[in-house]
Antibody, heavy 120, light 110 residues
Framework: EVLLEESGGGLVRPGESLRLSCAVS????????MNWVRQTPGKGLEWVSV???????YYADSVKGRFTISRDNSKNTLYLQMNSLRADDTAVYYC??????????????WGQGTVVTVSS | QSVLTQPPSASGTPGQRVTISCSGS????????VNWYQQLPGSAPKLLIY???QRPSGVPDRFSGSKSGTSASLAISGLQSDDEANYYC???????????FGGGTKLTVL
């Protein structure tokens, strides 16, 4: 069964760090373009980051320099290291597969999401 | 606020046809394909339409997409109660160099 399962969310204070994980089942993380997308009630869905099959990484301007996407091929797991967290990073974070490998940016598999709350 | 503009709400009665619009610009919809996602309450988004008018396996042909210039539309025919959800358009933005989403449209089946 094809499945994405996020974990690692929680409540942190501004300036702190958090690492999200996305365990992948049913396909190989390294053979796919894997993304993080977040959702807030106020701003809706926002693309955060992508890691390509060749390991290249790209970020939204709002997180560039603070967030790092990576993967562990041996664990078939995607990660998002989030540093210097701010209140406006508060959101539900989803990992999602782009089945088109960047051609269409079409996300066909999504996890259930993990909640990140940044508050003092 | 979102790069792509959608009406915040739409509604229809069972069996009716409804359309949801998505307005963008020459840097996004004008030069790129559009995808649509359906998000049921309490669930993650689900890919509904890709490449403007293609349906993934399992999506009924009641759902269709189109694009003209810098706008796109999602049409739902034969509206059913379980179509009640939030719908999001998405595309690539050449200026932002990344995917962008609409603010979402909450569809209510009356």
């Amino acid at each position: 069964e094809v499945l994405l399962e996020e974990s690692g969310g929680g409540l942190v204070r501004p300036g702190e760090s958090l690492r999200l994980s996305c365990a992948v089942s049913g396909f190989t993380v390294s053979s796919n373009f894997m993304n993080w997308v977040r959702q807030t009630p106020g701003k809706g869905l926002e693309w955060v980051s992508v890691i390509y099959t060749d390991g290249s990484t790209y970020y939204a301007d709002s997180v560039k320099g603070r967030f790092t996407i990576s993967r562990d091929n041996s664990k078939n797991t995607l990660y998002l290291q989030m540093n210097s967290l701010r209140a406006d990073d508060t959101a539900v974070y989803y990992c999602a597969r782009d089945f088109s490998k960047g051609v269409l940016n079409a996300f066909d598999i999504w996890g259930q999401g993990t909640v990140v709350t940044v508050s003092s | 606020q979102s790069v792509l503009t959608q009406p915040p709400s739409a509604s229809g009665t069972p069996g009716q046809r409804v359309t949801i619009s998505c307005s963008g610009s020459s840097s996004n919809i004008g030069h790129n394909i559009v995808n649509w996602y359906q998000q049921l309450p309490g669930s993650a988004p689900k890919l509904l339409i890709y490449t403007t008018n293609q349906r993934p396996s399992g999506v009924p042909d009641r759902f269709s997409g189109s694009k003209s210039g810098t706008s796109a539309s999602l049409a739902i025919s034969g509206l059913q109660s379980d179509d009640e959800a939030n719908y999001y358009c998405a595309t690539w933005d050449d200026s932002l160099n990344g995917p962008v989403f609409g603010g979402g449209t909450k569809l209510t089946v009356l």
